[in-house]
T-cell receptor
Framework: DAGVIQSPRHEVTEMGQEVTLRCKPI?????LFWYRQTMMRGLELLIY????????DSGMPEDRFSAKMPNASFSTLKIQPSEPRDSAVYFC??????????????FGPGTRLTVL | GDSVTQMEGPVTLSEEAFLTINCTYT??????LFWYVQYPGEGLQLLLK?????DKGSNKGFEATYRKETTSFHLEKGSVQVSDSAVYFC??????????FGSGTRLQVQP
């Protein structure tokens, strides 16, 4: 299995531009999570999906952030318009409700976003 | 709400030294506990886990015991190697499924 795939690995953009981050979860996993990592705030959950349905988006910082999961193999996190304070590493993770995999999450390599 | 508190880093050790990274938690309900490791430039990897009181998680020489009475899940290793240099995150989850992470502890092992 290829693991969780994220793209791009690095993104540099200017303030005000739209940014789209992409994630492909592990095949067969029914949970998908988006986290953000910064020096100041550590790792924060932004949103998570179960069977493509958003379950908890209370961590999404503001309306500039939106996330979708149109099918079981793809999710996007969009920031529009982007601001310098959005600069962070964004991780996608997936997990399964299958027996013996109690809440273990598998993380992608992350997307390092820099907003100038 | 749920929270995880880890010792501040960085922790700097010589090779073959004993490692302890402290982790305590507060949680509503009965959490599962995890240690994740993040190597430079990579995502997080599960290191070990424990799902009920007195369980011991172990992997690659690392161990942690779920202590309900002290709400702790300290990470230990008897003899660290340079290759163990990384950031270690303690985390928990309750019925919510999503993980609540500690702030992370950077470990630097010198030859």
């Amino acid at each position: 299995d290829a693991g969780v795939i994220q793209s791009p690995r690095h993104e540099v953009t200017e303030m005000g531009q739209e940014v789209t981050l992409r994630c492909k979860p592990i095949s067969g996993h029914d949970y998908l999570f988006w986290y953000r990592q910064t020096m100041m705030r550590g790792l924060e959950l932004l949103i998570y999906f179960n069977n493509n349905v958003p379950i908890d988006d209370s961590g999404m910082p503001e309306d500039r952030f939106s996330a979708k999961m149109p099918n079981a193999s793809f999710s996007t996190l969009k920031i529009q318009p982007s601001e310098p304070r959005d600069s962070a590493v964004y991780f996608c993770a997936s997990s399964t409700t299958g027996t013996g995999r109690n809440n273990e999450q598998f993380f992608g390599p992350g997307t390092r976003l820099t907003v100038l | 709400g749920d929270s995880v508190t880890q010792m501040e880093g960085p922790v700097t050790l010589s090779e073959e030294a004993f490692l302890t990274i402290n982790c305590t938690y507060t949680a509503t309900g009965y959490p599962s506990l995890f240690w994740y490791v993040q190597y430079p430039g990579e995502g997080l990897q599960l290191l070990l886990k424990a799902t009920k009181a007195d369980d011991k998680g172990s992997n690659k020489g690392f161990e942690a015991t779920y202590r309900k009475e002290t709400t702790s899940f300290h990470l230990e290793k008897g003899s660290v190697q340079v290759s163990d240099s990384a950031v270690y995150f303690c985390a928990l989850t309750t019925g919510r499924r999503a993980l609540t992470f500690g702030s992370g502890t950077r470990l630097q092992v010198q030859p």
